[in-house]
């Protein structure tokens, strides 16, 4: 059914639909409309589920650790400096192969204290072990957490998955969204089954200890299993698309990319905006396309090497910096070309929209016009140089 | 892929530790023993068992050669000895 919702709502209502027998979380802006929400489901009787209330983030992600290990769907979601101190539980999480589904709505991270969208608190945590999709707009968000349970349940797979939404862009935005009935989403989402859990007549150990002997073998099993998922996840959003109607590839997403000259590579809620510049150089004759990556983790470098290997000029946004390196979307996206037969003639890097500033389509613009020039390396764009004049000598 | 993710319990138990231990290990010399029982208690690896005068002994496969048994003997009925000289 066709509803107008706020991003954070409808995150919320699908979260409903997928039925998790415990949610945990700690309010932070911009995710605490979802949580909110979430609890007032949970004591109005519409979900036969625990809401427990914490004292942190690092709670928080502790208690949907257990409760996955104890068999039990679960979800949780935060942003920022929580996911920050939600860190070193959930690199545990992963090693411990536990598929909990966590909202974040990406933020900037302190210092200087900042509320607004960017996705250097996600990107930052890129190396957890976490499959980390992208969303665009809430509709795609909505099905995105859909296919993140169906992913991380899988038996093969048994990873957690992030699902990031730009925050207060998505979160706090209307759209107007297809939401599906629960008999949908039950027949694409079929109960949890752990194949391992923690139980009382059957006691076993996770996440134990080990030596020297085993810990090479944990992790790298867990890295197989990232390129595992990279096959799995075409083949679970086409029987997404089945039932839903609606068409995801789940890794990347190309747009008016066949004849293109000039493409930028962008993740999230910026590709919005893209996809409307492209529309509206294509007109005046431009060749000019978009290459959106859905899923940062695992990344799907043979796909996006297809997709860029005959385009002249490619574009990399980051909404994040590896401070004192290059880029980090932009750092892949080269590693992907590295001693491969074909390549782009250039890749630049660009860094916009840091800490909620607006990426505007005279930003999108700008990035096109400096691409018909010579590469550019980690090249700020609406930088303001008067603010740059400080001196505290 | 899975590797090593779950282990049922008694793993301690199969996980045999005494090759850690240090170059020296004890002797129980079952002469003097009063089965007072500290050298059972004080052990950190809770390897050493018995029951009655001069029965204590330890469990090799768990043994750190820490020295806590032979320290807290009141009779001095335990030494730490080499391990090559065994």
Redesign the interface.
């Known amino acids: 059914m066709k509803e107008l919702l706020e991003g954070s709502l409808a995150v919320a209502e699908i979260v409903r639909l997928c039925k998790p027998g415990v949610i945990s979380a700690y309010p932070i802006t911009p995710q605490t409309h979802i949580v909110e929400e979430l609890a007032q489901i949970v004591a109005n009787g519409k979900l036969n589920a625990q809401f427990v209330n914490v004292e942190s983030e690092h709670s928080a992600a502790s208690t949907v650790l257990g409760s996955v290990a104890c068999g039990v769907r679960s979800y949780t979601a935060t942003s920022s400096q929580g996911l920050f101190l939600m860190a070193e539980v959930l690199y545990n999480i992963a090693g411990?192969?536990l598929p909990v589904i966590m909202t974040t709505a990406a933020r900037a991270i302190s210092a200087p204290i900042n509320i607004w969208n960017d996705h250097q608190d996600v990107v930052s945590l890129r190396d957890s072990g976490w499959i980390q999709f992208h969303a665009e707009d809430i509709q795609e968000a909505v099905d995105l957490h859909l296919i993140a349970y169906r992913l991380g349940e899988d038996k093969s797979i048994?990873l957690p998955v992030m699902v990031c939404v730009d925050g207060f862009i998505l979160t706090h935005g209307l759209e107007t969204v297809n939401m599906p009935s629960q008999e949908e989403v039950d027949k694409f989402l079929p109960p949890y089954k752990a194949p391992?859990k923690l139980d009382i007549t059957n006691?076993?150990?996770?996440g134990?200890l080990?030596d020297p002997e085993?810990y090479t073998?944990?992790?790298?099993?867990?890295n197989?299993?990232h390129k595992?998922a990279l096959a799995l996840i075409p083949k679970i959003t086409s029987e997404f698309s089945k039932v839903f109607g609606r068409n995801y590839n789940g890794l990347i997403e190309g747009y008016q990319m066949k004849d293109a000259e000039r493409v930028i590579v962008a993740m999230g809620s910026v590709c919005g905006t893209v996809k409307d510049v492209v529309d509206e150089l294509r007109k005046k004759g431009k060749k000019v396309g978009l290459l959106k990556i859905t899923s940062l983790r695992p990344f799907p470098a043979s796909h996006i090497y297809e997709a860029l290997k005959n385009i002249p000029k490619v574009a990399v946004i980051d909404r994040a910096l590896s401070l004192g390196s290059f880029a980090p979307l932009a750092a892949e996206i080269k590693a992907v070309f590295f001693g491969r037969p074909k390549t782009p003639k250039t890749i630049s890097s660009f860094v916009v929209g840091l800490g909620g500033r607006d990426i505007t389509r005279e930003s999108i613009k700008e990035i096109f016009r400096l691409l018909t020039g010579k590469e550019k390396q980690g090249e700020f764009i609406d930088l303001k140089p008067e603010l740059l004049k400080e001196s505290y000598e | 892929?899975?590797?090593?993710?779950?282990?049922?319990?008694g793993?301690s138990r199969n996980n045999k530790t005494g090759p850690w231990r240090t170059e020296l290990r004890p002797k129980f010399l079952k002469k003097e023993c009063i089965a007072c029982n500290m050298c059972l208690i004080v052990c950190p690896e809770a390897c050493i068992t018995g029951q009655g005068k001069n029965s204590y002994d330890f469990d090799p496969d768990f043994c750190k050669g820490c020295g806590n048994c032979a320290a807290v003997c009141p009779k001095k009925d335990i030494e730490m000895v080499k391990e090559d000289s065994v």
């Open positions: 411990m192969r048994m391992y006691p076993l150990t996770l134990p080990v085993f073998e944990a992790r790298f099993a867990l197989e299993t595992e | 892929m899975f590797g090593p993710l779950v282990c049922k319990p793993s």
